[in-house]
């Protein structure tokens, strides 16, 4: 079965650039979170979708970051202009849905370095 | 405010000795509650969750997790301790949203650190 797929792995750019995150969720998974981990810290939940709307943006800096669950599969998180604070592990997990979730798969994560 | 408290930043163990990883949560129903490891190089993956029933819960790589309403805790525990256990753990509780969905909200982790 193949897992949670996010693309960049590594991506570093300068404060005030843009950026952009994607995620392939595992098919069939209706429920797709974007976390945000920075370093020694816990994963913060930004964003959840069920199926391509969102039930959750409470911690989403929403004059920055925007993401879309277009068709209620991939995911593409973005983050315009970035500041030096974003620099962290952006993870995309999904779940099938139910709840509560039984269990979220994660993806490698994308690591953002802003400089 | 729903939140999990992991109070030991960072642990260190012996090979071989036994392991316990503190977490409290603060919520006021019934907590759906989760470990997940974090291993090097490798995406979080899940241990084991209690939901109901049985307190004491079994998961994978011979890890157990204790649910104790009265002391609001649920500790992961490890009788034996392998080198390969080395790893960052995270609590997890998930909670109600609105709309009826369940978030899931993160402790900030405890850096087990596995000595020979």
């Known amino acids: 079965e193949a897992g949670v797929a996010q693309s960049p792995r590594y991506k570093i750019i300068e404060k005030r650039q843009s950026v952009a995150f994607w995620c392939n969720p595992i098919?069939?998974?209706?429920?797709l979170y974007w976390y945000q981990q920075i370093l020694g810290q816990g994963p913060k939940l930004l964003i959840q979708f069920q199926n391509n709307g969102v039930v959750d943006d409470s911690q989403l800096p929403k004059d920055r970051f925007s993401a879309e669950r277009l068709k209620g599969v991939d995911s593409t998180l973005k983050i315009q202009p970035a500041k030096l604070e974003d620099s962290a592990v952006y993870l995309c997990a999904s779940s099938l849905g139910r709840n509560p979730p039984e269990k979220l798969f994660f993806g490698s994560g994308t690591q953002l370095s802003v400089l | 405010a729903q939140s999990v408290t992991q109070p030991d930043i960072h642990i260190t163990v012996s090979e071989g000795a036994s392991l316990e990883l503190r977490c409290n949560y603060s919520?006021?129903?019934?907590?759906?509650l989760f470990w997940y490891v974090q291993s090097p190089g490798q995406g979080l993956q899940l241990l084991l969750k209690?939901?109901?029933?049985?307190?004491l819960v079994q998961g994978i790589k011979g890890f157990e997790a204790e649910f104790k309403r009265s002391q609001s805790s649920f500790n992961l525990r490890k009788p034996s301790v392998h080198w390969s256990d080395a790893a960052e753990y995270f609590c997890?509780?998930?909670?109600?949203?609105?709309?009826?969905?369940?978030?899931?909200?993160f402790g900030t982790g405890t850096k087990l650190q596995v000595i020979p």
């Open positions: 919520y006021g129903a019934t907590p759906y």
């Open positions: 098919s069939g998974h209706a429920t």
């Open positions: 997890a509780v998930a909670h109600f949203i609105s709309g009826g969905y369940q978030k899931v909200t």
């Open positions: 209690y939901f109901s029933g049985d307190t």
